[in-house]
Structures are given as structure tokens and as C-alpha cells.
């Protein structure tokens, strides 16, 4: 008696072919509780059936990667017996519905991929997209983000150290919130999600399950249609402070040798975990649903199995091992109950009211997923040198890009965020990347998330470059050696060509870039289909990296440090107009070729300005990005409150090269490029080392006063920093929002 | 001189900053201080000094501090200020201890609705204290803030006789009330003035790295007094 | 005319706050206690005297600003 | 038996949240909203069936937990 009907099956976001191969394997029709989890197990979410293909070219493997993409976070070896952890992922669709508690359980949800290994978060980041600001809903949506952030890690007491936010009419309709976690572990106890061996009880931990997100994995999979609103797809709730006890348990239990596997219940919850655990460990499991701690009366198979109540986990333990666990979790005050055991079989089977309501080959669910290699159209990059007006007054430009929605300063966001909470935050947010110390060492480890999703529409290659290469620019500015990458690829629907060619070309660029840049891919996440009405969003591969600094005190900051010093500017200047920011808003045009990335010379001068922080030669440095020379000088000049007089030498021996004028000098995002303060006496050292090592390296200014002058343009810091400090909070603010919670 | 100030830092379910303040307490002491969980009903013997940290004890579920108030560990702790013991509260410390009456008045949401992070300005009000005698009283100082509701609130009354006793401890400078707290307050001690409540966290400006050392005399304080 | 608007969680949406509120309860030794769900009320005070004008005026309010309607339910009393 | 507790701030505490939404309310065009004040609604379940029994614990458990009574009161409604 199969009721399984075509509509069904399409509301479960399956294709007929994929149905099909259902039968097939099966040899017969599944139960509504078997189609539900081949559902989840087959969409784009859990399966990556159509970016698996491409995501094989990426880089993973460096000496020092301990975990590579395959479990629930990257682990990376920092020495002396510490590993470094970490993870980003989205909750896109959930945080447009509902920002607060969409965004919230993103944190809740990437912090668990991270302690499941065994690792105690220690730093968050959020890669944030918006829609254009004038769009009705951006602030509504903006506001409950941030509260929702901040909401949840506040309350774990994880300092949230930094981000991004762009606004894009693109995302009007698809916000991006992609959280990445940061933890550290021992390098020897690291826990896996692999369910090895047979008659070892499965136990469950945490909160109750009750009806929460129910098809969220499938509604993650699925374009956005207008009725989206209507549908009110049951939202998840977030429980920071039961999130906060299973941490505490959770790293309490695994002080034992009790655990043989754990992995935390995200998307599709009981179903992925025990799935997955099952496959990776080559066994099978049996559950019992009746066994499963439940928040609300009469739920049924397909409810508890699809079910994404949030702050809970699956663990696998040594038999007999039970009890000492149960023990950590009744001090803790939380749910435990042993709901199965491994078997011998290569099956999922799940008992309900004494009835086998499924019975899998847990194969069917991960390796016979389908897999495609959907077609492609190449879209040739954008190119050209756009025209743009030659005579713009520098110091109106600049005040207007200083305060334009994506060069502003972000303090009204990270002021919501506790950075500073677990006392090792030696960066705060604001700076090129954040960097929090190992507690009771002297290392530290910075962190930063980078792409610059213009870039990426114009050209999804050098784009997926310049994610990278920036990552890795930011990681050097304050001293740190690149290490690893996480990646989080936003994009629309993967079944239009145009939008293939976006991932495929981006991934390509990402796998380049971290080739020459050394910087392996550990952990990631996809999130397709970002498209309303058809519109998708601007490509939005996002990379979450992270560095190791050696010695904190030798490190690096963006704010200029004392009058006199000397600036110099790392890295050709060609004024590259194409996708700049100067172009969209002082111009109005989105056009002309992004700015080519030299990987070598990015790997060049990441090295170079390393070195001479390391040394202690360096302890002032920035890195040139969005909006250019000028904006970046300006930025350094605000954080240190000490003005600054440029004068580059023009011509032959200068930094511009060829004929460059001012404007595309102050203003092009050419890549590559870092601003180092020095001790004027020392000066002369650096660039002699710099010569040496044949790079680009000239001296542009002096660090004095308290204004920033260029020839004839004097704006004095406080002009600066009321432009630049003001549009958020005028943002906000305007028509006050009702409290969010 | 090693000091022999013995300290003891509550640990409620979702508290946070513990560890912060456990390791400010040992890098000035020397000594690691004792972890209490929250369930015990009596402090460890000899105990000078309990501090309740920051954090979000339930989740700040309700109200702040408001389930903390009623765990067993807090009967001791009343039990040892009633002795005449110390009992510093940071943030979420200090709200648990609103809501017990150690201390009076309440902690409100921030004015402003939203949590607020920062490096704050305060005025140390009174120097006569346990906790503040290393400081001049009308000294400047620079804490972190990080409290969605730390917007002090108490009657008339009893803003006049906390303020005419002298146990308004810690203000906000002028220009820098974060939350909107009555008459700017941000710390207050109690009647035996053995007990104080402040919303900045002290704790984490004990390390040049991490922004400030200002904290120090706070914790310098209580180890010359109980020392 | 005044209002008074109750936002409630809509059934089956979780409750971390009646969660931990009922848990609280049952440490204070107050046995017998179920299910706990925490919700708002929200007074208003009206210009408008005509009740049926009055209710139409805060429905529109809760749909639009009071009530969070993905997760929230709301109910309207009014008194004059 | 159920029983439903309101807990609102005393009158003379000032009350941001209310503000806030009287703020925006207007912003949103609604005129002729006064003053919004904003409290809180618990509902419990009671295992307790006898009314005079189940009012006299609530009020235990408002005076103990559920109001700070120093600016919050409360009010008490059963219902069976
Ligand atoms: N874009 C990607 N690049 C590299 N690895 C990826 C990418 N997307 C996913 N992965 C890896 O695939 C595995 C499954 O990812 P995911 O389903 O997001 O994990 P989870 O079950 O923890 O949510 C993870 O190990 C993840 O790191
Ligand atoms: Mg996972």
C-alpha cells in the first residue's frame, strides 16, 4: 500500500527521475517516513548533488591540516599540541523569514559543528548581505540579524569578533548570514561523527524534539516563490542557554573515553546525524522513535525524523559507558536518552509504536545520492577601462565614499556583539582581521571572512581569486600566517547555466588561489538557490580563513601609532576603476574589468610585510581593499587618531605606474596592496629590504597632525570620522524600529 | 609578600565569565581561585572573597539573575556577607544580586533596547571601600561594558540614602551612561559596604593586550584589605 | 479607549523562556506545574472612542508591528 | 487548571520598551496612540484543581520569581 502519490513526491522537492532511482534501489515503493528521509538525505543541502562534482578540485591537504572537508568542521595543527577548528555556514533562507531567530540559530548551529569536535569556540564571524538600504525591508531585516547574532552568542559567552556587511539590491530578496565558528582542541582529541562497530548504544542529548523547521533542509534547497511568506514554514527557535549547557556537557563528557562518535543534529536532525554516523562508521543503526525525548504530545515517525529542533546531539558510545554519561548530562539538567544501537548491517532501520516505519540501505541515502554535472554556459568577464571624470575633487570623493553603506564603519553592529568576553580578544572587530589569543599562550590566532561579490558577478574567477587573496592579505596585515579556509558558496539556481558558470569558474578561482597561496580548503558549506521571482544574487562565495601569529606581541594593527612615522605603499598602483566602489557610487555604473589578482605577488608581499612584523620592524599595517589608496589611508588615520600629510612622488620612479591619474590613483582597487607605518628612522630599512627582494615599496606620506592633507585637500580627522562613524547610526535610526524582542 | 587573599568565583549553569574572572584573580594573586557550581550549599572554608561573575546564569530567561537568586549557592553567599564577607558582582554578578536584595534596586533593559559592548569612561565615586581604596575617589576610569540590561533603577529614596551613605561606588562619566541608569550610576556597595555591585567588568581590563590595566586596583584592593 | 494586546507563541513553537521558567518553578518545590509559555501584553492608550474603529486600528498594529506573525498569535481586549 | 498571570511595571517606572513601540507606531502613522506600556503574560498549567489552593500558589510563585516586585506588579487569573 503505497500512498505515495507524484505530488508528494514533488512536494519533497524530489524530480521524477530521482523518485525513480528511489525504487530502485529500494525495489520497491518507500513509506512516507523513507521518502521524507530520502528527502533531506537527497536535497542540495545534504547531498551537494550539484556542486559535489566541482568541490573536488579544491585544495584540502597541507601538512599541517589534521581534517580536511568531510566532517563537521576543518581542524588545523597550531603547535605545541593545539588544533584550531572551524567552520562557517548559512542560514540564508531561515534569517529572510525570520531574522532573529534565523540568524540566531545559524549561531547556535555552526557553534555546534565546532564543539561536536571536541573544541571549545572561542571566536565567531558573520559574513552579512543585505539588500539595497532604501529597500523596504533591509533595516527590519538588518536589525533582527544583528539582535539575533549577538542574542545567542552573547549569551554563550563567545566573543563575536568579526564580519562583514554589504548591501545590494541583489539581495533584496535573498539576505546572506553566514556565521563561522573558531575553536580550539587538543590536537589528540579530536571527535569524529564515524559510528564504528556493532551493539555500541546510540544516545541522544539535549533539548526535546518537537515540531520545529520541519522540510527546513528541503526549504533551504528550494527557490523562493512570492508565496513564501504565506507558507509560514514552522521557524526554529533558538535556546542559547540550553545551547550553553549541552557545550559544557559536551566537552565534560568527552574529558572521558565514553565517546566513539558524535555529531550534532542540524539540517534534517535525527535523519542526517544518524545517516551520516552510520555511513562514515560502515555500520548500521536501529532507533527507537518512542525513546526520543518529545516536547509535544502525538508525534508521528516522519515528524520526529524531519524534525530541526535546535541545541541537541547524536553520540555513539562504548557499551556500558551509559550511565557516566547520563550522570554528566543530569548535572548539566538536559535531555539524555539511549534511542539505539549500531548494527552489523549496512541499515537505517526506525521503530515506532513497535513498527518498522523504515528500514534503508544506508548506502541508498549518501553514495547512491544523485549527483549532477549540470550544464554550464560560460558568460565572458566584463572588460574595459570605464570613463570616468578625471577632475573630481579628492576630498569630496573621499568623504562621500567614507560614508557611502559599504565603506562605513560597522561599530553600530559589533557594539551589539560581547567581543571581548573570554579575555583573549588582543584585536577587536574593525581592523583587516581579528586575532584572539590561545588562552595562557603566546600564540594567537586572526581571523578574517572576505569576497567581494561585485567582483564575482563581473568575473566569478577572479573573483573566487580575490575572496581568497584577500583572506589571506588580511591575515598577513596583522602578522599571521594563513593557514586554512573555510568557504560558504552563496549562489542562485545551480539548474541555469549562467548561474553553473558562477560556481564552477569561482570555484576554480578559490582552488587557484589557495594553491599558490598555501591555504587549503578544511570545511565548507553551499547554499544554492538564493533566488526571488527568479533574480538571483550577486555570486557570493564567501571565505572564512584563519592565520597563526607566533608571538602576540609581535603583531600588527591598522591604526597609525605615533606622530612622525613614515608611510609607505606596498604593491603596483595602475588605478584600476573596473567594479570599483568609487565608480558605483561617485559615478552611478557597475562596469568594466575587475581588478586582476597576481597571486604571486600576492604570496610575495604577504611574506615580506609577515616578516617584518614577526621581526618587529612593522607593528602598523593595512591592507588596500574596497574604495582604495585614500580610504584605507583614511582608516588607519581615524583608528589612531593622528592625521597624516601624502606626497607621493609623481611620475618615472613613483608608485603610480605609467600615467596614472589622481583619481584612479586615490580611488582603484588594484590588488595586492598593503600601507605600512614605520618609524621614520627605520624607514630606510624596510624599503631596502624591499628592494632586495625586488618589490614595489615606496614612502607616500608622514603620519602627523590631526588632519589627513593631499596637495591642496585638507579634511581634519573629525570631518573623517563624522562621515564615516555616521551613516549607520543615521541609518538606523531613522523612524525608530520596534524593539526586536 | 604573597598575598593570602582566598577567593571564590560562583559558577551558575550559562555563566560566562568564570574563567575571566578566575584568571584575573590568578594572575594578581598568584592563586587560582575555588570554582563553586551553583547547586553546593556552602562555600568552601576560609573563603575571603566570592565573586559572581558575568555571564547569563539562566539564560537571563525572565529576568536577570532572577533564577540564579534562588540557587543554593546564593544562601551561602548571603550567608557569608552577612558575616561580614566580601562579595563582588560583575554584570550578571550584580544582577543576581538585585534580585536576592543584597543589593537594592533593579537592573532594566538598556534605554537604548540594545546590548551595548564598549569601552566605557567611570568615575570612581568612593575610594572608601573594600574594593576601590586603591583608586582616588573622582578618578577616571576606562572598563569594557557588555550587558543588554544594565540601566540601573531604584526609587527615589533609595537613590537618596545610597547616594548620602556614600555607596555609590562606580558612575558613568558625564557623556557615557550607556544604559540609561538613574543619576548615572554603574556600581553600588552595599550597607556594611562589604558587598558590591557593578555593572563594567573590571576583569578584563587586568592585561595591557587587552585594552587597559585599570581594572587592576580593584582586585589590588580587596587583596591588600582581605589579604 | 484603552487596549490591551496579548502576543502569545504560537502553539508549538518553542518556548525557551516558559521552558526555563517552569524548570525554575519546579526547583522553587512548587510541584504540579505543567507546561509554562511566556508571552507579552501590551497596553495601549487611544485617542479613538469607537470600539469597532479602535479593534480595526490594533489589529492593524499587531499585523504590522506588535506581533512577530511567523511565530506569535495575538488577542485584543478593549476597555473603555 | 490553568492560570494566567500578568506581570506589568508599576505605574511611575519608566518603561523604554512601551516607548519604543508608541515611537513606532506613530512612525508607522497611527495617530492617537497615548501611552504604551509593555509586561509580560505567563500561562501555567497547575496540576491543582481547587481554585482558592491554585490562587494562593500562584501568588507564592509571583512573589518568589515570577515579578520583581520592587517595580513589577501582577495580577492573577485562573482558568479552569
Ligand atoms: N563548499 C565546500 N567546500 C569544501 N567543503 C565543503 C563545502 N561545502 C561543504 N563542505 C564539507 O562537506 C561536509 C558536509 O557539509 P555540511 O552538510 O554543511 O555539514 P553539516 O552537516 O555539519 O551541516 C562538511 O565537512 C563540509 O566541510
Ligand atoms: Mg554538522
Redesign the interface.
Known amino acids: 500500500m503505497s500512498g505515495i502519490t507524484p505530488e508528494l513526491v514533488a512536494e519533497h522537492g524530489l524530480s521524477a527521475d530521482e523518485y525513480g532511482r528511489i525504487l530502485e534501489l529500494l525495489g520497491r515503493a518507500p513509506s512516507l517516513v523513507e521518502l521524507g528521509v530520502f528527502s533531506v538525505m537527497w536535497s542540495e543541502h545534504c547531498s551537494y548533488k550539484s556542486t559535489r562534482v566541482h568541490l573536488r578540485r579544491l585544495p584540502t591537504k597541507a601538512p599541517w591540516v589534521i581534517q580536511g572537508p568531510g566532517e563537521n568542521a576543518g581542524v588545523v595543527d597550531i603547535g605545541d599540541g593545539d588544533a584550531a577548528v572551524f567552520k562557517m555556514e548559512s542560514h540564508n533562507h531561515p534569517s529572510f523569514i525570520e531574522p532573529y531567530q534565523g540568524a540566531a540559530t545559524g549561531v547556535g548551529g555552526i557553534m555546534r559543528d565546532v564543539f561536536t569536535m571536541g573544541a571549545r569556540p572561542i571566536a565567531m564571524l558573520n559574513a552579512l548581505r543585505f539588500g539595497a538600504p532604501q529597500h523596504p525591508k533591509t533595516r527590519h531585516l538588518l536589525s533582527g540579524v544583528v539582535a539575533g547574532i549577538g542574542g545567542y552568542g552573547n549569551c554563550m559567552g563567545v566573543p563575536t569578533v568579526g564580519g562583514e556587511v554589504n548591501f545590494h539590491r541583489s539581495y533584496n530578496g535573498n539576505i546572506l548570514v553566514n556565521a563561522m565558528c573558531v575553536g580550539l582542541a587538543r590536537a589528540d582529541k579530536i571527535f569524529l561523527s564515524a559510528a564504528k562497530g556493532a551493539g555500541n548504544p546510540v544516545v541522544y542529548i539535549g533539548s526535546k524534539t518537537g515540531r520545529d523547521g520541519i522540510h527546513g533542509a528541503t526549504m533551504a534547497s528550494a527557490e523562493f516563490g512570492e508565496d513564501a511568506q504565506e507558507k509560514r514554514p514552522t521557524v526554529q527557535v533558538g535556546d542559547p542557554f540550553t545551547e550553553k549547557l549541552l557545550l559544557e556537557a559536551c566537552l565534560e563528557l568527552m574529558e572521558t573515553d565514553a565517546i566513539i562518535a558524535i555529531q550534532d543534529m542540524g539540517a534534517a536532525g535525527l535523519t542526517s546525524s544518524s545517516a551520516e554516523m552510520a555511513d562514515k562508521g560502515g555500520s548500521g543503526i536501529d532507533l527507537d522513535l518512542d525513546k526520543v525525548p518529545q516536547r509535544e504530545a502525538e508525534m508521528t515517525a516522519y515528524e520526529m525524523m524531519l524534525s530541526e529542533s535546535q541545541e541537541r546531539m547524536l553520540a555513539v558510545l562504548k557499551p556500558g559507558r551509559e550511565k557516566q554519561a547520563e550522570a554528566i548530562f543530569k548535572k548539566w539538567e538536559l535531555d539524555f536518552a539511549v534511542i539505539g544501537v549500531t548494527t552489523p548491517t549496512d541499515r537505517l532501520v526506525v521503530r515506532h509504536r513497535g513498527q518498522v516505519v523504515a528500514d534503508l540501505p544506508v548506502g541508498a541515502l549518501s553514495n547512491a545520492a544523485p549527483l549532477y554535472e549540470r550544464p554550464f554556459e560560460r558568460r565572458p568577464a566584463t572588460s574595459g577601462v570605464p570613463a570616468y571624470d578625471r577632475n573630481r575633487p579628492l576630498g569630496d570623493c573621499l568623504l562621500h565614499l567614507l560614508g557611502s553603506p559599504d565603506l562605513c564603519a560597522r561599530r553600530w553592529i559589533w557594539e551589539q556583539y560581547d567581543h571581548t568576553v573570554m579575555n583573549d580578544t588582543v584585536q577587536r572587530p574593525g581592523g583587516d582581521a581579528a586575532v584572539v589569543r590561545v588562552h595562557a599562550s603566546q600564540k594567537a590566532l586572526a581571523m578574517t571572512t572576505d569576497v567581494t561579490p561585485r567582483y564575482c558577478f563581473a568575473d566569478p574567477f577572479e573573483g573566487g581569486k580575490q575572496a581568497v587573496a584577500e583572506a589571506c592579505r588580511n591575515l598577513s596585515a596583522v602578522g599571521a600566517r594563513p593557514l586554512a579556509a573555510t568557504d560558504n558558496l552563496n549562489f542562485g539556481n545551480p539548474q541555469k547555466p549562467e548561474i553553473m558558470w558562477q560556481i564552477v569558474a569561482a570555484i576554480d578561482g578559490i582552488a587557484e588561489a589557495c594553491r599558490v597561496l598555501d591555504c587549503p580548503i578544511v570545511s565548507g558549506n553551499c547554499s544554492l538557490y538564493n533566488e526571488t521571482n527568479g533574480e538571483g544574487i550577486l555570486p557570493t562565495p564567501t571565505i572564512g580563513a584563519i592565520g597563526l601569529i607566533g608571538d602576540v606581541q609581535r603583531m600588527a594593527s591598522l591604526a597609525f601609532k605615533r606622530e612622525g612615522d613614515a608611510l609607505l605603499l606596498l604593491g603596483h598602483t595602475r588605478g584600476h576603476l573596473g567594479q570599483s566602489i568609487f565608480l558605483r557610487e561617485i559615478e552611478g555604473r557597475e562596469e568594466g574589468a575587475v581588478p586582476p589578482v597576481d597571486l604571486v605577488a600576492e604570496r610575495d608581499h604577504g611574506g615580506f610585510v609577515r616578516g617584518l612584523i614577526e621581526a618587529g620592524l612593522v607593528d602598523t599595517c593595512h591592507d588596500v581593499g574596497d574604495g582604495g589608496l585614500l580610504v584605507a589611508v583614511s582608516e588607519m588615520a581615524l583608528a589612531g587618531d593622528i592625521g597624516v600629510v601624502l606626497a607621493p612622488t609623481k611620475g618615472g620612479d613613483g608608485p603610480a605606474a605609467g600615467s596614472v591619474d589622481d583619481v584612479a590613483f586615490w580611488f582603484g582597487e588594484d590588488q595586492g596592496r598593503y600601507l605600512l607605518s614605520v618609524p621614520a628612522d627605520q624607514a630606510g630599512e624596510v624599503l631596502a629590504e624591499a628592494r632586495r627582494r625586488r618589490l614595489p615599496c615606496w614612502r607616500i606620506g608622514e603620519v602627523c597632525g590631526d588632519h589627513l592633507v593631499l596637495g591642496g585637500t585638507k579634511l581634519s580627522l573629525e570631518q573623517l570620522r563624522a562621515v564615516h562613524e555616521g551613516w549607520f547610526p543615521a541609518y538606523m535610526g531613522q523612524g525608530e524600529l520596534p524593539p526586536v524582542n | 609578600m604573597v598575598p593570602s587573599m582566598r577567593a571564590a568565583v560562583i559558577v551558575f549553569p550559562a555563566s560566562n565569565c568564570d574563567r575571566d574572572a578566575a584568571s584575573a584573580l590568578e594572575g594578581l594573586t598568584g592563586q587560582k581561585p575555588q570554582m563553586v557550581w551553583h547547586q553546593q550549599s556552602e562555600l568552601p572554608a576560609g573563603i575571603d572573597l566570592v565573586v559572581l561573575p558575568g555571564g547569563f546564569s539562566y539564560g537571563d530567561y525572565l529576568r536577570t539573575g532572577a533564577m540564579a537568586a534562588h540557587s543554593s549557592v546564593m544562601a551561602a553567599v548571603r550567608a557569608h556577607a552577612d558575616r561580614g564577607g566580601a562579595v563582588l558582582g560583575i554584570c550578571n554578578g550584580f544582577q543576581v544580586l538585585t534580585e536576592t536584595r543584597m543589593l537594592p534596586g533593579v537592573l532594566m533593559r538598556n534605554a537604548a533596547l540594545k546590548f551595548v559592548c564598549h569601552m566605557t569612561e567611570l568615575v570612581v565615586s568612593e575610594s572608601q571601600s573594600a574594593f576601590t581604596r586603591k583608586y582616588s575617589a573622582g578618578q577616571h576610569v576606562s572598563f569594557p561594558v557588555a550587558h543588554g540590561e544594565g540601566n540601573y533603577y531604584a526609587d527615589e529614596a533609595t537613590l537618596d540614602r545610597l547616594e548620602g551613605e556614600g555607596r555609590v561606588a562606580f558612575r558613568y562619566a558625564p557623556g557615557h551612561n550607556c544604559n540609561g541608569s538613574t543619576r548615572d550610576i554603574a556600581g553600588i556597595l552595599s550597607e556594611k559596604r562589604n558587598v558590591l555591585g557593578l555593572m563594567p567588568h573590571p576583569e578584563r581590563v587586568c592585561d595591557p593586550l587587552l585594552g587597559g590595566t585599570d581594572g587592576r586596583a580593584l582586585f589590588q584592593s580587596l587583596i591588600e584589605t582581605l589579604g | 479607549m484603552k487596549a490591551r494586546v496579548?502576543v502569545?507563541?504560537k502553539s508549538?513553537?518553542?518556548?525557551?523562556?516558559?521552558?526555563?521558567?517552569?524548570?525554575?518553578?519546579q526547583?522553587?518545590g512548587?510541584?504540579?506545574?505543567?507546561?509554562?509559555?511566556?508571552?507579552?501584553?501590551?497596553?495601549?492608550?487611544?485617542?479613538?472612542s469607537d470600539a469597532t474603529k479602535a479593534r480595526a486600528?490594533v489589529r492593524?498594529?499587531c499585523e504590522?508591528?506588535?506581533a512577530?506573525?511567523?511565530?506569535e498569535k495575538y488577542e485584543i481586549e478593549l476597555k473603555s
Open positions: 496579548f502569545t507563541l508549538g513553537v518553542l518556548d525557551p523562556q516558559g521552558k526555563a521558567i517552569s524548570h525554575a518553578l526547583g522553587l512548587f510541584d504540579g506545574v505543567g507546561e509554562v509559555r511566556q508571552g507579552k501584553v501590551i497596553d495601549l492608550e487611544l485617542a479613538e486600528a492593524d498594529m504590522q508591528l506588535l512577530n506573525t511567523v511565530i
